[in-house]
């Protein structure tokens, strides 16, 4: 086996463990009103709150582990479907680890490096999250109204800056996706309004689609480029 | 005992620290692996404490963003419902959402007076179904999504793989990025087009100081919201 082979094994072996062990203590909460004050919903009324909340989030739970993989890769996906904030944090924190460092995505160093960024960010947002439920009420007040105002942009700025890392060497393929989905969601958002689940998936498969296209169009440039090679060596 | 002492009491924060502490603990686990790992993989330490400060100056600024969401969210659920669940699987806004869902199960609103214990009960079994759901899917799905995509590699041409992978991790991030940009909040296209920009003017400079590249992210981010805020 090679080292990044067991590197692997041992990513799925810790993520396995702990998922399981998360997926007890998100009940905790739920169990202690039970057990230690006897306070529970009926077995009827959880069937329906799982049945809403199913059919609410179904699509996501599917398609967001496996849209979100081939950026965060194994260890990656373990922290991220436990403590969250795949778009806005995780992901972008992988990112800029692998590109501090050089490294590409997807190869075993990059998985190295991913690992450590993601798992960096979830002690930085432990340390945010703690503070400020600890000294969040009275530190908010202090901070100017403009800083406080300007958290409301966060996600724009976050998710425009990703993109254009994103698309270090395909900036042609970036603005061509870029330009559909702003089209497709404005018009689900202004014309016809379907499912947001569905926008998702169909936006990333055309993206994917969008990848291919690139790829058999460049295919046939590298073809003439040697052809053109091979018809200059015969003309020499 | 009152119901706000009772969603804040110490049997509270040590049922909700519980997921902290797996949450926290899996991170270490996965970090000390990489850091063992590292140096089989051609990489120093020097390496990885680089990648470790590009990570947390990036994190930093996103941490931030839901701390105005917190503060709703712990006025409503106690401070220690709402640090576990800010610090586990679901956005903010997501456990919002499935709170609500779970508190109008029982007949009541979640910022109404009638959001009692039972209620709250509700909505904490919604959290908890709903957190469920994404655990589940990932430990099934991703022991099998290497080999699928390592397949896919050795079976297709690795630049088509390539591009795909690349499309459709453009895809998703356009679809979040269109998202804001549609929505027609004021000042969203301003931050995401500044942010944008600069995040391209750091990627020239920092080719002269490689040690930029660990702070554009997070300068980039402020570019935007500043600049957003400053032209509203």
Redesign the interface.
């Known amino acids: 086996m090679t080292?990044?082979e067991?590197?692997?094994k041992?990513?799925?072996r810790?993520?396995?463990v702990?998922?399981?062990?998360?997926?007890i203590?998100?009940?905790?909460?739920?169990?202690?009103?039970?057990l230690?004050?006897g306070?529970?919903?009926p077995i009827d009324?959880?069937g329906?709150?799982?049945l809403?909340?199913?059919s609410?989030?179904?699509t996501?739970?599917?398609t967001?582990?496996?849209?979100?993989?081939?950026?965060l890769?194994?260890?990656g996906?373990?922290?991220?479907?436990?403590?969250?904030?795949g778009?806005?944090?995780k992901?972008?924190?992988?990112?800029?680890?692998?590109?501090?460092?050089g490294?590409e995505q997807?190869t075993?160093?990059g998985n190295?490096?991913s690992?450590?960024?993601?798992?960096?960010?979830?002690?930085?947002?432990?340390v945010?999250?703690?503070s400020?439920?600890f000294a969040?009420?009275y530190l908010?007040p202090l901070l100017p109204v403009?800083v406080?105002?300007?958290?409301?942009?966060?996600?724009?700025?976050?998710?425009?800056?990703?993109?254009?890392?994103?698309?270090k060497g395909?900036l042609d393929?970036?603005a061509a996706?870029?330009v559909?989905?702003?089209l497709?969601?404005?018009v689900q958002?202004?014309i016809f309004g379907f499912p947001t689940w569905f926008?998702?998936l169909f936006?990333?498969?055309?993206?994917?689609?969008?990848?291919?296209v690139?790829?058999r169009l460049t295919m046939n440039k590298d073809k003439e480029q040697l052809e053109n090679v091979v018809i200059e060596s015969n003309v020499k | 005992m009152d119901f706000k002492a009772?969603i804040n009491s110490p049997?509270?924060w040590?049922?909700?620290g519980?997921?902290?502490?797996?949450?926290?603990?899996?991170?270490?686990?996965?970090?000390r692996?990489?850091?063992k790992?590292?140096p089989?993989?051609?990489?120093s330490r020097q390496?990885?404490f680089?990648?470790?400060?590009?990570?947390?100056?990036?994190?930093?600024?996103?941490?931030?963003?839901?701390?105005?969401i917190?503060?709703v969210l712990?006025d409503t659920l106690g401070?220690?419902?709402?640090?576990?669940r800010?610090?586990?699987?679901?956005?903010a806004h997501?456990e919002l959402?499935?709170s609500t869902?779970?508190a109008q199960?029982?007949g009541v609103d979640l910022r109404s007076a009638a959001f009692d214990?039972?209620a709250?009960?509700?909505s904490?079994?919604?959290m908890?179904?709903?957190?469920?759901?994404?655990?589940?899917?990932?430990?099934l799905?991703?022991?099998k999504?290497?080999g699928a995509?390592s397949t896919l590699t050795k079976k297709t041409?690795p630049?088509?793989v390539?591009?795909?992978?690349?499309?459709?991790?453009?895809?998703?991030?356009?679809?979040?990025?269109?998202?804001?940009?549609?929505?027609?909040?004021p000042?969203?296209?301003?931050?995401?087009?500044?942010?944008?920009v600069?995040?391209?003017l750091l990627?020239f400079c920092s080719k002269k100081f490689p040690r930029l590249?660990?702070f554009?992210?997070g300068i980039?981010?402020m570019?935007?919201?500043?600049a957003?805020?400053?032209m509203l």
């Open positions: 080292p990044n067991i590197f692997l041992k990513c799925i810790i993520g396995s702990t998922l399981v062990l998360g997926i203590a998100n009940f905790m909460p739920a169990m202690y009103l039970w230690g004050l306070v529970k919903p009324d959880i329906k709150i799982f809403i909340i199913a609410t989030y179904l996501s739970w599917i967001q582990p496996i849209t979100f993989f081939p950026l890769g194994t260890s996906s373990y922290v991220t479907w436990l403590s969250g904030s778009a806005e944090i992901t972008p924190a992988s990112n800029m680890a692998q590109k501090a460092v490294v997807g075993p160093q190295v490096i690992t450590i960024g993601v798992a960096t960010s979830v002690f930085v947002t432990f945010v999250i703690t400020f439920v969040g009420q908010i403009f406080t105002k300007s958290f409301g942009f966060l996600l724009p700025a976050v998710f425009a800056a990703v993109v254009i890392n994103m698309a395909n393929l970036c996706i870029v559909f989905a702003t497709t969601m404005y958002k202004h926008a998702t936006i990333v498969l055309m993206g994917a689609f969008f990848g291919y690139k790829y | 009772i049997a509270m040590l049922a909700c519980m997921m902290v502490m797996v949450v926290i603990g899996q991170s270490i686990v996965f970090l692996a990489a850091f790992a590292a089989e993989m051609g990489l390496d990885c680089t990648a470790m400060r590009a990570a947390a100056y990036t994190a930093f600024g996103p941490a931030l963003g839901p701390v105005v917190l503060i712990m401070a220690p419902t709402a640090w576990m800010l610090l586990d699987i679901g956005a997501t959402v499935s869902l779970g199960v029982y214990l039972t709250f009960s509700y904490s079994w919604a908890a179904l709903n957190n469920m759901g994404w655990m589940i899917v990932t430990l799905v991703t022991p999504m290497e995509i041409n630049r088509l390539a591009l795909l992978s690349a499309g459709a991790g453009l895809g998703l991030f356009s679809y979040l990025l269109s998202n804001q940009l549609v929505s027609g909040k000042g969203n296209v301003t931050a995401a087009v500044a942010a944008a600069a995040f391209l990627g590249r660990e554009s992210l980039a981010m570019a935007g919201i500043f957003a805020q400053a």
